[in-house]
């Protein structure tokens, strides 16, 4: 490993966010293998500052890195980056979640700024191996919250606002108020990917015995007894558009059942939702919005950081599968290099219309 690799770990601008991409363990493990880290302080970071410290990583001032950080480093992240008339362009390399390659709003100007600056975006969405799989994901712990806030929800038991915990609170919760013969239908789509394996561990911790759809079952949809169901938890991700899985007119369907919707996926401003029924998130704050009041009524819960709720659980797991690849970011892999090409091909796509 070379000592010139530099891992700059900023802090995360929305109040939310708890997690960490990197956490003290597995920061420990870099600096012993010669790379350079440095954390910015960070109030609400689930991890003490004073742990990566000690980790043998250097520390920094809150939102310090565009001023501060080296040229060459890679400045860490997970969530978006602060935005605004005044965002400036960004000259260094990017690592995190940015959702910017699905026409998602706010993505032109985003890829503008980092070809403005010269510096380059490494999607953590992006970064797979060989055969397209992901590396490194929070989407168990995004299927498993997802689908609890549900069953909480249906049970009338959640409460606002919401507050990140632990696993061993929030199954007590859940075991809580499960019953002997619930009669609760619950439906998990995309059940065979990491966040549908989550929710369903979520809907059995909760007493409930889910139907697990995927590909086989979404090719030729029953939306009749897709709308059959109490609960529905949908956990696809598709980067191509497919045809929605529920549109506007099915809640107006008299045979509805359907009252509780969990979108862990949150593609709403993209071409490639498959539930195009809502156009905002919900938030902590307000994490359920009404989609059809008239009987029965259709909640919806489609919060995009979901996994910050178990923020130490998912960051460990996730701080896990990115560290290897981390390690190896000076040899410039293939998973880096595939995801340096996605970029490049996203930004070739922006700027073709202005050629003429």
Known sequence: M???THLWMRHEARPTERRAPLTPHDADRLVEAGVRITVEESDQRAFPLADYAAAGCA???TASWHAEAPADAYVLGLKELPAGPAAPALR?????FAHA???QSGAAELLSRFTAGGGALLDL????DEAGRRVAAFGYWAGYIGAALAVLHHRGTLTTPLRPTDRPALD??????????DPTAALVVGSLGRSGRGACDALVRAGLEP???DLAETRSLDRAALLGHDLMVNTVLTTTPVPPFLTKSDLDDPARRLSVLSDVTCDVTSDC???PVYDETTTWTEPVRTLRAEAPRLDLIAIDNLPSLLPVEASTAFSAELAPHLMRLAEWDGVWARALHTYRTAVEAQEAPLVR
Not at 92 to 96: A, D, F, P, Q, T
Not at 125 to 128: D, N, P, Q, R
Not at 172 to 181: D, E, N, R, V
């Open 101 to 103: 390659y699905k026409g």
């Open 2 to 4: 070379s000592d010139s």
């Open 92 to 96: 260094h390399r990017h690592i995190y």
């Open 59 to 61: 520390t920094a001032p």
């Open 172 to 181: 007590a919760l859940l075991a809580s108020g499960a019953t002997a013969g």
């Open 273 to 275: 939702n498959v539930l």
């Open 211 to 213: 139907t697990r759809w």
């Open 125 to 128: 969405e992006y970064l797979t």
